[in-house]
């Protein structure tokens, strides 16, 4: 974590300004901005304190910030100060934490090397609203950032800023990804405790997330003010067609209660053999039809955006279905409600092949 974040973090008790203290020696960075790799955000006003671990602000609390306590034990027995001191038990998003962290953990998530494949599925999900080159000079808040890698490509672009939260121990693997820029801060925490500063960056954008919370409208409401006057919000969430079948099969109420009872190795386990099981008889046929000149057939099939991912994604991608605790599918009237509810201008919802919905909007600019 670079100095640099605490212009972008406010405390989500207070929305008070944080102060950085190192826990250790600086990190192996430029002088004027020593990252820091251990050590803790308080906030000035309240006094709240967070972790900072691996070099990753954690501003969590509660039930989750349970996980962390697992995921690190040593430095909650160098600070236990720090350690959560109650909890309020499981929750939709304390499960939504755990299960995400597994799956980007423990499944060995792409690394830079699939970086062309990253940049064409930013293009495609940011659509025509605006091309990559475009992305030079802004300061992007990428909501939900997974593994970072549409954060590296926007680094890749020269983007000036680049935050990345995300409620999950991804970050780790979205921090490593990106470690070479020093201009991209990742950060754990929860969306709906905003805990970015109003109004301070020039596109925010969230794909693949809303709609694996619990409340996806009040999630989009809660981002929208991050966004400067004038800048642009754009999101892609799931729709019903197309997409809702292969979740609802997923989803059976009888496979669902037997996911949830298994272990999480037994969970991997289940996700590669289905992996396995859907490359052999679907993927890898597709993957003959494309070769044969029918792309455009294949498109529009079911998962078919798997038939050119490497193997840890398929794994990655069976597993979302199979352990994902939320999981809401929307349609365009709804999205263009959640748009003029947040008073954006320009909207537009395009339908992606019948997989989902692809939504932009601008926070008008102010009267001159």
């Known amino acids: ?46 006094k709240s304190a967070f972790p900072i671990i691996e070099g990753v602000p954690r501003i969590l609390h509660g039930d989750l910030l349970v996980p962390l306590t697992r995921r690190y034990p040593e430095y909650f027995s160098r600070h236990p100060t720090l350690a959560p001191k109650r909890t309020t038990g499981t929750t939709d998003l ?40 475009s992305l030079r000079s802004k300061i992007i808040l990428d909501v939900g950032c997974g593994f970072g890698r549409h954060l590296y490509v926007a680094n890749q672009f020269g983007a000036a800023e680049t935050i990345g939260i995300d409620l999950s121990g991804g970050v780790d693997v979205a921090y490593a990804n990106n470690k070479a820029y020093p201009q991209c801060h990742i950060v754990q925490t929860n969306l709906y405790e905003r805990a970015v500063r109003d109004e301070s960056v020039d596109i925010v954008w969230s794909f693949g997330v809303l709609h694996h919370l619990p409340d996806p409208r009040a999630g989009f409401l809660a981002v929208v003010p991050f ?47 289905v992996a ?75 339908d992606t092949d019948r997989r989902g919905w692809r939504a932009h909007g601008r926070r008008p600019a102010l009267a001159q």
């Open 1 to 46: 974590m670079r100095r640099r974040i605490l212009d972008f973090i406010v405390c989500p008790k207070c929305r008070g300004t944080f102060r950085a203290q190192s826990f250790g020696g600086p990190g192996p960075s430029a002088a004027d901005d020593p990252e820091i790799v251990e050590g803790v955000l308080e906030c000035i006003d309240c």
């Open 94 to 133: 304390s499960e939504t934490l755990e299960s995400f962290t597994r799956q980007r953990l423990d499944l060995k998530p792409p690394s830079t090397k699939f970086a062309e494949q990253w940049r064409d599925n930013l293009q495609r999900n940011l659509g025509q609203t605006i091309s990559l080159e």
């Open 276 to 350: 396995a099981l859907l490359s052999a008889v679907y993927w890898e046929p597709l993957r003959s039809l494309k070769t044969l000149g029918l792309r455009d057939l294949v498109e529009r099939l079911p998962l078919s955006s798997y038939v050119d991912h490497p193997w840890s994604a398929r794994v990655a991608g069976v597993h979302d279905r199979l352990s994902t605790p939320i999981t809401h599918f929307h349609d365009r009237e709804e999205l263009v409600e959640w748009f003029r509810g947040a008073q954006l201008e320009d909207i537009l919802v395009q």
């Open 227 to 273: 966004v400067k006057r004038g800048g642009l919000v754009v999101i892609w969430v799931y729709g019903y067609r197309g997409m809702a079948f292969t979740y609802r099969l997923s989803h059976m109420r009888s496979l669902h209660r037997l996911t949830k009872r298994m272990s999480h190795p037994a969970r991997v386990r289940a996700s590669k053999f």
